[in-house]
C-alpha cells in the first residue's frame, strides 16, 4: 500500500509495493482542515511498522479494503480543498496491526483491519458516510477548480526604433525580458509583451495607436520620439520612457513626481553633455571648433543646448550646430561640419543614430571627424568615444518600473530616475585611423578600450 501525503501544490502520482503478503501500511499528512477525526479509537497509540503502540490518538476507523479506494477518497477530499497528492513512505506491519485510521495530528495509518466481525461492526465508520464524503469530494473538484482560474495576463507594451534582426537593439530588449522574469514577469506565462518596431520616427505615431488598441496596461517607450508618440496618443496608460531628453519638455511636473501618466529613466542631463565635450577637449587637444549634431527637433532651442554652449566657452571651444533631421540629414550634416572646419563631432543621440550608427561611423572617417557619442554602441562598430550610461542597464532598470506598476504603483508618483553610472569606451582601432593618439590618462581611466 502507498503511503500518501498531501502537500499544496506538489504533483500527483503514485508508487505500489511488493511487499510480503501485501502487508503495508500507508500514511498520509493531510495540510488542510478539509478531514476532521469523528470518534475514538479504543485501542491505545498509533501503529509504528514493526513498534508496539505509543499514544492514543483520536481516530476514526475506515472500511477501507483496497489502497485505491484511499486514493480516490484522499484524491476528491484534497481537491476539494485546493491541494495536491504526492505519495510517499512504505513499510510493513503485521496481520494483527493492520487497520485504518484518521488521527488528530492528520496521520492516517492503512490496512485491511482484519479484525473479529463484531469488533469491527461497533468501531466501523459507516459506509454511506464515506460515500456520501467521497461524492461530495469529486463534486466539489470542478467548483474549485473553476474558482482557482487565473485572471487575464497583463500587457505590456514597447514601441521600439529600429529592426528586431538587429542585435545590439535586441540585446537591450532581452536585458528589458530577463529582468521581468527575475521579477516573475515571463512573457507568455504571467504577463504579455506587446512590441512594435518602427523602421524610421515617422511610423511610431501609428505603431504607438496600434499599441493602444490592442488594451496594454503598460507602455515602454525608449527615445524621446517614442515617447512624445506615446503622449499624444494617450493621457491614461501608464508610459515608462527610457532614455528620455528633459521631461519637463513633454509635460512632467517634476523629476520627483511627475504627474500625469508619464515617469520612467531620463538621460537628458545638460551637465552630462557638458562632461563629454571635455572627454572630447582632452583627447583632441588641439581641436578649436566642434560640431554640436542632432536629429531631434526642438532640442537647439532648449535649455541643454544653452548650457552646452558655456561649457563650450569656457573651454575656449566654438561651438557649430548642425541639424540631422529628415531623408539625408547625417550626410548633410557631415558635410556642413566639414564645410565649417569642425575638428570634431559631439553627436546628441536618439534611437535614430543608434538604428543608423554604422552610417554615421562611415561618415566620419570619411571625413576625417572623430565622433564623441553618448551610447557605446556607435563605438562598437567604428566611432572614437563614447560616455555615456549602458542602454541594456536602462532597460533592466525600466523592468523594475513595470514591476511596480503591475503590482499598484501610480506612474505619478514614481520619480523620474536619471542613470548615476556612466561608462567611457574608446576605439582606439578608430583613432589610430584617423592618425590621433589619445593621451595614456584618458586611456588608463577609460572602462573599455576597444583594440
Not at 513498534?51 to 483496497?66: D, E, G, L, N
Not at 459507516?126 to 500587457?155: E, H, I, N, S
Not at 500625469?260 to 565635450?277: A, D, F, M, S, Y
Amino acid at each position: 500500500m502507498p503511503g500518501v501525503r498531501v502537500t499544496p501544490g506538489a504533483p500527483f502520482h503514485v508508487a505500489r509495493t511488493s511487499a510480503p503478503n501485501h502487508q503495508v501500511t500507508a500514511r498520509a499528512h493531510v495540510e488542510t482542515d478539509a478531514l476532521r477525526p469523528v470518534s475514538k479509537w479504543g485501542k491505545r497509540g498509533v501503529l509504528r511498522p514493526g513498534s508496539p503502540p505509543q499514544r492514543p490518538p483520536q481516530s476514526v476507523r475506515c472500511p477501507f479494503t483496497h489502497w485505491t479506494t484511499v486514493v480516490a477518497f484522499l484524491a476528491g477530499a484534497a481537491y476539494a480543498a485546493g491541494v495536491r497528492l504526492s505519495f510517499v513512505t512504505l513499510g510493513t506491519v503485521p496481520d494483527s496491526r493492520r487497520m485504518g485510521t484518521f488521527s488528530e495530528r492528520g496521520t492516517f495509518v492503512l490496512g485491511s483491519a482484519r479484525l473479529p466481525p463484531s469488533r469491527a461492526m461497533t468501531t466501523m465508520m459507516d459506509r454511506r458516510v464515506f460515500l456520501g464524503t467521497l461524492a461530495g469530494g469529486l463534486l466539489a473538484a470542478p467548483l474549485a477548480a473553476q474558482a482557482q482560474q487565473p485572471g487575464p495576463k497583463p500587457r505590456v507594451g514597447l514601441l521600439l526604433t529600429g529592426s528586431p534582426l538587429d542585435k545590439a537593439q535586441t540585446r537591450e530588449l532581452e536585458a528589458f525580458t530577463k529582468k521581468l522574469a527575475q521579477l516573475g514577469w515571463v512573457d507568455g506565462e504571467t504577463l504579455t509583451v506587446k512590441t512594435r518596431w518602427a523602421g524610421t520616427p515617422d511610423r511610431l505615431p501609428a505603431l504607438a495607436a496600434e499599441v493602444v488598441g490592442t488594451g496594454v496596461d503598460v507602455l515602454v517607450t525608449p527615445g524621446p520620439a517614442a515617447t512624445d508618440a506615446a503622449r499624444r496618443t494617450t493621457s491614461a496608460i501608464p508610459t515608462l520612457m527610457i532614455a528620455g531628453t528633459d521631461p519637463r519638455m513633454i509635460g512632467a511636473a517634476s523629476l520627483a513626481r511627475p504627474g500625469g501618466n508619464l515617469t520612467g529613466l531620463t538621460i537628458g542631463q545638460p551637465e552630462v553633455h557638458g562632461k563629454r565635450l571635455e572627454l572630447l577637449k582632452e583627447a583632441l587637444p588641439g581641436v578649436r571648433r566642434v560640431a554640436a549634431l542632432w536629429d531631434v527637433m526642438g532640442y537647439e532651442t532648449g535649455p541643454g543646448f544653452a548650457m552646452l554652449g558655456a561649457t563650450a566657452k569656457s573651454l575656449g571651444l566654438e561651438l557649430q550646430q548642425v541639424d540631422a533631421t529628415g531623408h539625408g540629414g547625417y550626410e548633410r550634416a557631415f558635410n556642413a561640419a566639414a564645410r565649417g572646419g569642425a575638428g570634431a563631432v559631439l553627436l546628441l543621440e536618439s534611437p535614430r543614430t543608434v538604428v543608423h550608427r554604422a552610417y554615421i561611423a562611415q561618415l566620419a572617417v570619411k571625413r576625417r571627424l572623430p565622433v564623441m557619442s553618448q551610447f557605446s554602441r556607435l563605438v562598437e562598430v567604428g566611432g572614437l568615444m563614447s560616455y555615456g550610461p549602458e542602454l541594456s542597464d536602462l532597460f533592466a532598470r525600466a523592468a523594475i518600473y513595470v514591476d511596480k506598476i503591475l503590482k499598484g504603483a501610480k506612474s505619478a508618483d514614481l520619480p523620474i530616475e536619471q542613470p548615476t553610472k556612466f561608462e567611457l569606451v574608446i576605439n582606439l582601432k578608430t583613432a589610430k585611423a584617423l592618425g590621433l593618439t589619445i593621451p595614456p590618462s584618458l586611456l588608463q581611466r577609460a572602462d573599455q578600450v576597444i583594440e
